[in-house]
C-alpha cells in the first residue's frame, strides 16, 4: 500500500500509495485530543486507551454523521485503483469483499473473516483451487442482488492497467503469470468474463483456479481490490468519482480535494453482514490544504478523527500532548519511511554512490524531522517492519544507523564517493510530496547532512495527490532528474510478499503507478520470492522473508529514516475505537460510532 498498509495489511497508500505510494502510501496529518472536556465536546478515554484494545467499547449509538477530516484526498475512491491505507479501511463503507480483515484490536485485526462469502475458503488441488459460496441477501445499492459474476468482473478490472492503474496487482500476478488475459475492457467474450482462472458455475459459486499455488493467496482477496463492480455501472477511468455500493453506505457527494459523503444505503441488509454494525447515518470528510488548520479543529472538537491516521502535525502535536493527552494514542505503525534511489538517474545507477549517502546521512536528526521517538518511531537501521514474520528490528543495522554511525559517516561517506567516481561529490534532486510538512522536514534534514561530504541537492515538492503519475512514472523520475524520492510503505498484507513484492520484484515495474522506485531487476531478489509463495510452513516463509530483506539492503537501494510509531487523535465523541494491525495501526474505521448522536 503506498503508504499503504499494514502490519496486517495500503494502501498504501497510499502509498500513500498507501501507502502511500504507500504506505502506500499514505497520507496526511493528524489531530489532537482531550484528557477533560477541553475543547473537544465530550470526554476522552485516557492516553493509548484504544493502542491494540477497545475504548468506550459498549457506547455506540446508532446514527449521528461521523465526520473525518484530511489533508489529503485517496489516490482514488475505485476501489481498483486505491492504494492509500486508508483508503482500504474507508472504503468498507462502501465495498465488500469475499472476505475481509477481522474487526478486532491489534494482531487479531489482521487475521481474515468471512464478508460476502458463508465462510473462508475450501481449498483443495495442493492449494491451487479456492471456493465460496455467497451469502444470501448481499444486494446493490440498487436493491440487485450482488453475484458470483460481479465479484469476478471486479476482479478482472485489475487487469485492465493501461485505464486503472494505481491499485495492487497480486491478483493479476498469481492468476494469470503468463499475462494472457487482456482485461474486461478488450475482452472478446460477449459477458467480457473471459479470464479462465476464475469459474462462476453458478450465481453463488466462484471458484479461483491458481496455475501456481501461493500460500497468501486469501490476504489477497481480503484487499480493496478483489471488490464486486457490476458491469452496467462500470463507468472505466471515472468510476472513483462515484463508486457503486456494496456496503452499507454509498456516495451521495463527492468533490474531489474538498469533500466527500456517504449516506445509507437502505438495500443493505444487516443480516448479510456479519462483519459491519453501521452506526451513524452519515459519514463526511473534509479536505484541508493545511495540516495545522486540520489539527486546530479536531483538537476544537469540529471533527472526530483524522483519514489519514498518519500523526499530528508538530504543532497539533504539541498542543495534543500538553492539553489533550488522553485523546491519544500511540501505536507503533506496519509503516517505514525511508528515501529510496532509482537507478535510472545517475549517479545512483552506482551502488558506492547510494552507500556514500547512507552513510553521509545523520539519523537522528531524520528522526528528530520525523517527529522523535513518540510521534516519529526508531531510528530505521532495515526494510523489513517489525509486525512482518522474518523482521529482526534494529539488530540487523548493516550500515550501522542506530549504533557507530548514527550520527553520519562522513569519512565512510567520502570513501564511497571515491569508488563511486565522485571524489568531490555530486548534485542530486530529492523528490517530496508537498502536501506533508514532516516529509518537506525530513528532506531538509537529509539535504544538511549530505552538504557536509559535498553531495548537493535541491528539494523538489510535488503534488502529493498525484504521486502515481509523477514518482510512480519511471519516465518522469529521469526526466525531473529524482535521485532521492522520500516515501513511506507498509504491509498490504502480513507477509514479505505482502509488504515487498511491489518494491523489490521485477514484475513489479510499472510504467505508472510504479512502486519499485528503485527499479531493482535482481534474479535473487526474485527467486527468494518464488521459493517464498511455495513455502507453506510459517518458519520456513520467515526464514525466507529474512533472507529477501538482507539482499534489498546489501544492494544500498534505500536509506530507511524510522519504524515508524503514529501519534493519532480520537475525538471524544467516538465510541468502539481501536487500533488494527489490518490496517497498519490505524484505527479501524467501519465499525467507528458516536457516543450520543446529537
Known amino acids: 500500500m503506498t503508504t499503504q498498509r499494514t502490519s496486517g495489511r495500503r494502501k498504501q497508500a497510499m502509498a500513500a500509495a498507501a501507502v502511500v505510494a504507500a504506505l502506500l502510501t499514505t497520507a496526511a496529518c493528524g489531530g489532537g485530543g482531550s484528557d477533560s472536556d477541553g475543547g473537544s465536546k465530550g470526554s476522552a478515554a485516557g492516553f493509548d486507551a484504544a493502542n491494540n484494545k477497545v475504548a468506550q467499547a459498549d457506547q ?41 480483515n477481522a474487526t478486532e484490536p491489534g494482531e487479531a485485526g489482521a487475521g481474515v473473516v468471512p464478508d460476502l462469502a458463508t465462510s473462508t475458503a475450501k481449498v483443495t488441488d495442493d492449494g491451487k483451487t479456492y471456493t465460496y459460496t455467497l451469502r444470501d441477501g448481499i444486494t446493490w445499492e440498487d436493491g440487485k442482488p450482488i453475484t458470483s459474476k460481479d465479484i469476478k468482473y471486479g476482479i478482472e478490472r485489475v487487469w485492465a492497467q493501461d485505464v486503472l492503474s494505481g491499485g495492487p496487482t497480486y491478483l493479476k500476478e498469481v492468476l494469470d503469470p503468463k499475462g494472457e488475459y487482456q482485461g474486461p475492457y478488450k475482452d472478446k467474450s460477449k459477458d467480457k468474463l473471459g479470464l479462465k482462472a476464475i469459474e462462476t458455475p453458478d450465481d453463488k459459486t466462484i471458484v479461483f483456479k491458481l496455475p501456481k499455488a501461493n500460500s ?48 445509507r444505503n437502505t438495500e443493505w441488509k444487516q ?24 489539527d486546530a479543529r479536531l483538537i476544537a472538537g469540529d471533527y472526530d478523527l483524522d483519514l489519514a491516521q498518519t500523526g499530528l502535525s508538530p504543532q497539533g502535536r504539541t498542543t495534543a500532548l500538553q492539553e489533550h493527552k488522553g485523546n491519544l494514542d500511540n501505536p507503533v505503525s506496519g509503516y517505514i519511511r525511508y528515501a529510496v534511489f532509482p537507478q535510472s538517474v545517475k549517479p545512483f545507477d552506482n551502488i558506492h554512490c547510494r552507500k556514500a549517502v547512507l552513510y553521509g546521512a545523520d539519523h537522528v536528526s531524520l528522526q528528530t524531522a520525523r517527529g522523535g521517538p513518540v510521534a516519529g518511531g526508531e531510528i530505521g537501521t532495515n526494510m523489513l517492519p517489525p509486525s512482518v514474520p522474518g523482521a529482526e528490528g534494529q539488530k540487523y543495522d548493516p550500515y550501522e544507523m542506530a549504533g557507530a554511525n548514527k550520527k553520519g559517516n562522513i569519512a565512510k561517506a567520502k570513501e564511497e564517493l571515491k569508488a563511486c567516481g565522485k571524489p568531490n561529490g555530486f548534485k542530486t534532486t530529492i523528490a517530496v510530496r508537498n502536501n506533508k510538512p514532516v516529509e518537506v522536514a525530513t528532506a531538509e534534514s537529509l539535504q544538511a547532512s549530505l552538504k557536509k561530504v559535498g553531495i548537493i541537492v535541491d528539494i523538489d515538492q510535488y503534488d502529493g495527490s498525484q504521486t502515481a503519475g509523477i514518482i510512480g ?34 514484475d513489479y515495474i510499472l510504467e505508472s503507478g510504479n512502486n519499485n522506485y528503485a527499479l531493482i531487476k535482481d534474479k535473487a531478489i526474485d527467486g527468494l520470492f518464488e521459493d517464498y509463495v511455495n513455502t507453506l510452513d510459517d518458519a520456513g516463509k520467515a526464514k525466507i522473508a529474512t533472507e529477501i530483506n538482507h539482499k534489498v539492503m546489501e544492494g544500498g537501494y534505500y536509506l530507511p529514516f524510522v519504524f515508524e510509531k503514529f501519534l493519532n487523535w480520537r475525538g471524544s465523541r467516538l465510541a468502539n475505537v481501536y487500533t488494527s494491525d489490518g490496517y497498519s495501526g490505524m484505527y479501524d474505521f467501519v465499525n467507528l460510532g458516536l457516543k450520543s448522536t446529537k
Open 216 to 263: 497468501d493467496f486469501e490476504e489477497m482477496l481480503a484487499l480493496t481490490s478483489a471488490s464486486p463492480v457490476r458491469q452496467d455501472k462500470d463507468t472505466k477511468s471515472k468510476y472513483g468519482l462515484h463508486p457503486f455500493s456494496s456496503g452499507p453506505y454509498k456516495f451521495e457527494s463527492y468533490s474531489p480535494g474538498k469533500d466527500l459523503t456517504l449516506v
Open 473 to 506: 512514472s519511471p519516465a518522469n523520475v529521469i526526466k525531473k532528474n529524482y535521485g532521492i524520492i522520500i516515501m513511506g510503505w507498509g504491509p498490504d498484507f502480513p507477509s514479505v510478499q505482502g509488504y515487498g513484492l511491489p518494491l523489490w520484484h521485477s
Open 60 to 100: 455506540a449509538k446508532k446514527g449521528g454523521t461521523l465526520k473525518f477530516a484530511s489533508a489529503q484526498d485517496a489516490d482514488s475512491w475505485d476501489t481498483t485503483r486505491g492504494y492509500y491505507g486508508f483508503m482500504w479501511n474507508f472504503s468498507r463503507y462502501y465495498s465488500r469483499q469475499l472476505v475481509t
Open 271 to 294: 443480516e448479510s453482514d456479519p462483519v459491519r454494525k453501521a452506526y451513524p447515518d452519515k459519514i463526511t470528510i473534509k479536505f484541508f490544504t493545511n495540516a495545522n488548520e486540520l
